[in-house]
């Protein structure tokens, strides 16, 4: 369907095109807005905002859906691997059986860092965040494989692999490295989060003894993970790929984003949170008033998303994982039952209610992860490893666009009019 929208200004009517997506998503195309009247839009957040057409994933907040290429996260946890999900997203379709064993031969081949890459982790202090060491380390991959940059059309398909497969070397290898540990390399035969878990808690005397369950459950987490349209992160791969830059770069800058508190940061947050409350004694109800006060500065962290306004579809699914999980280890967890009645109380509390402000996937997921023996510092880290098949498959798709042009927002001034310079001895 095409309509088009009329904008009254200044006495003048204007058309503006309206656009609509597969999914009837309806958007005003102001992109000749500014030539037409000498306006621009003002969008504080972008909360109103598309930036570009995207066929990677699919959300509709209101009815708590989201897709990856159209399939239901849903079908995708309880039937695929984080492996397969990140063919589907760089490459648009499932793999059949061959493409998929050469994807993960591809992986396995470039999975190991340059050596003279370990060099770097030496200059990192032991108590760095595995996030700064994260970001800094996929720059540093990046020149050790000039030639790939020089090409990417062509070498795409090995860039992106390798940084699939060296995103978790180099997270095990910072995580050996903040504990004095002895770097553990991967091992061929083993699939990527085995082999994950290989190089965070082997030893070069003895194997770690791989459980299906904790595997499982991490796979799982990687693939909720992997994509989640226009978040910061995302955006900010878009933005920095616009300028053409290479896409280790471009992942380099995701990571840096997707480290704070209100979007990747929140899983270590919440985690920090019901300690807090477990520590104090308290059963959550100081942490909720604390929340519901802007003043305290706190709020309930694993609450709350931008574009959901009903249950974030991957915190049921890492809710009945967590569950499941801690059920098949036998183990229990006090920070999972302060969990749940948090939960409980908020979803009846006006202010949370009227808000609509729902348990989102950084919740749950850091009990599960605390259960794996993932260290709360390296929260994140799991976050930007699931995340990177996405920022993956965004970056192609903006250097593959062929109208693609500079992300480059304006702004509305505020600060001083015209006023001219003072020499140093004439201020006062
Ligand atoms: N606790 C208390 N109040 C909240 C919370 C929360 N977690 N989240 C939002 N609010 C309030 C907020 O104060 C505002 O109230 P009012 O209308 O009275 O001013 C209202 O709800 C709307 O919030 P907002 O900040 O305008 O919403 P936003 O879309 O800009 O922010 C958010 C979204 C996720 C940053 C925010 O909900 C938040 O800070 N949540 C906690 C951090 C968190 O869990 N982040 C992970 C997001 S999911 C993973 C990811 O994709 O990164």
């Known amino acids: 369907m095409s309509t088009n929208a009329e904008l009254k200004l200044d006495g003048k009517t204007y058309s503006l095109p309206v656009v609509e997506g597969t999914e009837q998503e309806r958007a005003i195309d102001v992109t000749t807005l500014r030539n037409q009247t000498g306006h621009i839009t003002l969008d504080d957040g972008y909360a109103n905002t598309g930036s570009c057409y995207s066929k990677i994933t699919f959300i509709d907040g209101e009815r708590g859906i989201l897709r990856y290429r159209g399939i239901p996260i849903e079908e995708l946890a309880e039937k695929s691997t984080f492996i397969e999900v990140a063919y589907l997203l760089i490459q648009g379709r499932l793999p059949n059986r061959a493409e998929l064993r050469n994807f993960s031969e591809l992986l396995t081949r470039n999975q190991l860092l340059h050596e003279d890459l370990k060099f770097h982790f030496e200059g990192f202090p032991s108590n760095a965040h595995p996030m700064a060491i994260l970001s800094s380390m996929i720059n540093a991959a990046s020149c050790?494989?000039?030639?790939?940059?020089?090409?990417?059309?062509?070498?795409?398909?090995?860039?992106?692999?390798?940084?699939?497969?060296?995103?978790?070397?180099?997270?095990?290898?910072?995580?050996?490295?903040?504990?004095?540990?002895?770097?553990?390399?991967?091992?061929?035969?083993?699939?990527?989060?085995?082999?994950?878990?290989?190089?965070?808690?082997?030893?070069?005397?003895?194997?770690?003894?791989?459980?299906?369950?904790?595997?499982?459950?991490?796979?799982?987490?990687?693939?909720?993970?992997?994509?989640?349209?226009?978040?910061?992160?995302?955006?900010?791969?878009?933005?920095?790929?616009?300028?053409?830059?290479?896409?280790?770069?471009?992942?380099?800058?995701?990571?840096?984003?997707?480290?704070?508190?209100?979007?990747?940061g929140a899983n270590q947050a919440v985690l920090e949170m019901l300690d807090q409350i477990h520590r104090e004694g308290d059963d959550g109800s100081k942490f909720i008033q604390a929340a519901k006060d802007k003043q305290s500065g706190k709020r309930l962290m694993g609450f709350g998303h931008r574009v959901y306004k009903n249950y974030d579809p991957r915190a049921k699914i890492i809710k009945r994982a967590c569950d499941d999980l801690l059920g098949k280890l036998h183990r229990g967890d006090p920070l999972l039952d302060i969990a749940k009645h948090l939960e409980q109380a908020v979803l009846s509390d006006a202010y949370f209610v009227e808000r609509k402000l729902y348990p989102n996937v950084d919740f749950y997921s850091g009990i599960i992860m605390r259960a794996i023996g993932i260290p709360v510092e390296m929260f994140t880290v799991m976050f930007a490893i699931g995340r990177m098949p996405g920022w993956i498959a965004n970056y192609r798709e903006v250097m593959e666009d062929p109208h693609s042009r500079i992300y480059r927002p304006r702004q509305i001034y505020t600060g001083d009019g015209l006023r001219h310079y003072v020499p140093l001895e004439e201020r006062p």
Not at 163 to 179: C, G, M, N, P
Not at 223 to 247: G, I, P, Y
């Open 144 to 264: 050790f494989y000039p030639e790939l940059l020089l090409d990417p059309k062509t070498q795409f398909e090995i860039e992106a692999a390798r940084l699939i497969s060296q995103v978790r070397t180099i997270a095990a290898f910072s995580y050996r490295k903040s504990r004095g540990l002895p770097i553990i390399y991967p091992k061929p035969a083993y699939k990527y989060t085995a082999n994950f878990l290989h190089m965070m808690f082997s030893d070069p005397y003895q194997d770690y003894e791989l459980n299906p369950e904790a595997v499982r459950a991490l796979d799982l987490i990687f693939l909720l993970h992997a994509d989640h349209e226009q978040n910061c992160s995302t955006a900010t791969v878009r933005m920095v790929a616009s300028s053409r830059a290479n896409v280790f770069a471009s992942a380099a800058a995701g990571v840096c984003a997707l480290w704070g508190p209100l979007h990747g």
